[in-house]
């Protein structure tokens, strides 16, 4: 039987002290709803609507959930509590029967797993399945009432009495419905409490009374079950949810010298025997292929790395690198550079826009952009492609086995046909033909000399 889940996102989340809603700030590359949208899909669910706010409604409007998972949302004004931001949902929803997960949009840590868990311990016996956890103490979290093996009620904390706030079970915030049960407890809840909201909590007793069973499902790590209030909280969970993915492409075959200074984002594709050296950040979906070496001190987003790549201190973006080619120290590779089998890109040299065929090299502080440049050809120290005369871009066409010298400073739109030269400081203006070897400011032919 598919399953429904309702998302709860409302909460303004003051403690962030942000103009930004809390739940679409971002730890690992993804909004902390991202993640909770991810393992919920993941658990199995197959439709999902996320109470929201005022302030982060629109911005769902586009919202790129995981696996496509249709995304409805609804807003919840005022914001009476969470048994009230339940009952706005339902009134949304049509009634079906099966289980309903209620999840937290700001516990990104929260594995697919611990949702299934609860969504399959729904059954014609069991009206409601919760999380519950050990927490440390003193804690916010509502307290777990037992009367022996079984759950009597929940109690929040603003609630307890100092006795029941010396119990360690907390209530986790993760349940699953049968639905039409909570459907007929829902608008039984009041708001005669410390906070005058009406508490999704409260269903535990109104069914336990109603002669339903509820079960408590313990838990094993209460760190994954946190949520995230403020900007500390949310950089603790930055560094378990990045240790989880290092860990998993390790599982994978993977090497990471340094988990703790190696920055991945969820949805890439690394290699087995690929190599990730300290102080690495890879994200925007990158594919790295086997037995590549990565990093130190490199940055690689929405990039494709080849087999056998070296890339070190070094920045890569929206861009290709194909197999046994090596980038770096200091490079900047941006906006669409491919560089096919075999090419060398040195210190201090920048490539955008342009295509660079196999076994190029340039080695030393040149920048080639908007440029297409053929196979085997080298490229000297300080060489430039003038590619913006200053209302549009202009394009570099450079031919095969062609000898760029050092310092040239090449002046697009031009073509320079296979195997030229250029001399050292020329200012190439015009195209230059096959063979052709040219030098000066302007570039001018070379005129042999007359035999003596």
Request: charged share 20%; glycine share 10%; hydrophobic share 40%.
């Amino acid at each position: 039987m598919s399953a429904r889940a309702i998302v709860l996102a409302a909460g303004k989340g003051t403690r962030m002290k942000s103009a930004r809603p809390k739940v679409l700030h971002e730890l690992c590359g993804r909004p902390m709803l991202w993640f909770v949208l991810e393992a919920v899909r993941a658990a199995g669910v197959s439709e999902i609507i996320v109470v929201t706010n005022n302030e982060l409604d629109p911005h769902l409007a586009d919202f790129q959930t995981p696996g496509g998972v249709p995304l409805q949302t609804v807003v919840q004004e005022p914001q009476l509590g969470t048994g009230h931001a339940v009952q706005v949902a339902l009134e949304k929803l049509p009634a079906v029967n099966g289980p309903l997960l209620i999840a937290y949009g700001d516990m990104p840590l929260v594995p697919a797993e611990t949702y299934r868990r609860v969504l399959n311990a729904i059954d014609s016996n069991v009206a409601l399945a919760l999380t519950t956890a050990r927490m440390p103490l003193p804690s916010n979290f509502g307290r777990v009432v037992m009367r022996g093996p079984i759950l009597e009620r929940i109690i929040e904390a603003r609630d307890c009495t100092p006795e029941e706030l010396e119990i360690d079970e907390m209530n986790a915030g993760i349940y699953a419905y049968e639905e039409r049960s909570l459907r007929e407890v829902i608008g039984r809840l009041s708001n005669d409490n410390a906070q005058g909201e009406y508490y999704l909590t409260d269903t535990v007793e109104l069914l336990i009374g109603s002669g339903k069973r509820v079960i408590p499902l313990l838990e094993p790590d209460y760190r994954v079950v946190l949520g995230i209030n403020d900007r500390i909280e949310l950089a603790a969970a930055a560094a378990q949810m990045n240790r989880r993915l290092c860990e998993a492409h390790m599982r994978e075959g993977v090497t990471i010298v340094d988990p703790a200074t190696t920055y991945l984002e969820p949805e890439l594709t690394i290699a087995p025997d690929v190599v990730i050296e300290p102080n690495t950040r890879i994200g925007g979906r990158s594919k790295i292929g086997p037995r590549s070496v990565i990093g130190p001190n490199t940055q690689i987003i929405a990039s494709t790395i080849g087999a056998d790549v070296r890339v070190r201190d070094s920045v890569i973006t929206e861009s290709i690198v194909g197999d046994r080619s090596s980038v770096g120290p200091f490079a900047h590779l941006r906006n669409g550079a491919e560089l096919k089998t075999s090419v060398h890109i040195g210190n201090y040299v920048e490539v955008k826009n342009a295509t660079l065929e196999s076994e190029v090299k340039a080695s030393h502080l040149t920048y080639l952009g908007d440029a297409s440049v053929g196979r085997a050809t080298n490229v000297g120290a300080g060489t430039i492609t003038c590619n913006f005369d200053g209302k549009k871009k202009n394009r570099t066409e450079i031919g095969e086995n062609v000898f760029i010298g050092s310092h040239s400073a090449i002046v697009a739109p031009v073509k320079i046909g296979d195997g030229a030269l250029t001399g050292a400081g020329s200012v190439v203006i015009r195209d230059v033909a096959q063979g052709e070897r040219v030098a000066g400011n302007p570039a001018k032919p070379i005129q042999k000399k007359a035999p003596a």
